[in-house]
């Protein structure tokens, strides 16, 4: 399985961003795929989860602001970003897990899989 990360860059604040991340190899139709980021000197956090259902979970802090996507078709996870502060700033991964029979919460779901990130700069 690999993901490859692309799209981060630096922005102004109230800018937007998106995040696409092209993931090959990866099979299984019941998965979770998620959007991480580990800001400096911070602990990684989850950002946003999308399930094979469509089932969708943010963090609180992004809500409204971030939108996870995928297109199943292209094999390709997006992250669209507005309203980008500072706080944003931060290394970003994608993610994705295959599923078993018993379906989670993507947002309590361990991941294995992983891209190498891209970065996300907001500053003035």
């Known amino acids: 399985v690999q993901l490859v990360e692309f799209g981060g860059g630096s922005v102004q604040p109230g800018g937007s961003l998106r995040l696409s991340c092209r993931i090959s190899?990866?099979?299984?139709?019941?998965?979770?795929m998620g959007w991480f980021r580990q800001g400096p000197g911070k602990e990684r956090e989850g950002v946003a989860h999308i399930r094979f259902d469509g089932e969708t979970s943010y963090a609180d802090s992004v809500k409204g602001r971030f939108t996870i996507s995928v297109d199943n078709a292209e094999k390709t996870l997006y992250l669209q970003m507005n309203s980008l502060n500072v706080e944003d700033t931060a290394m970003y991964y994608c993610a994705a897990e295959p599923l078993g029979y018993i379906i989670p919460l993507c947002a309590n779901q361990n991941y294995n899989n992983w891209g190498q990130g891209t970065q996300v700069t907001v500053s003035s």
């Open positions: 190899g990866f099979t299984s139709s019941r998965h979770c």
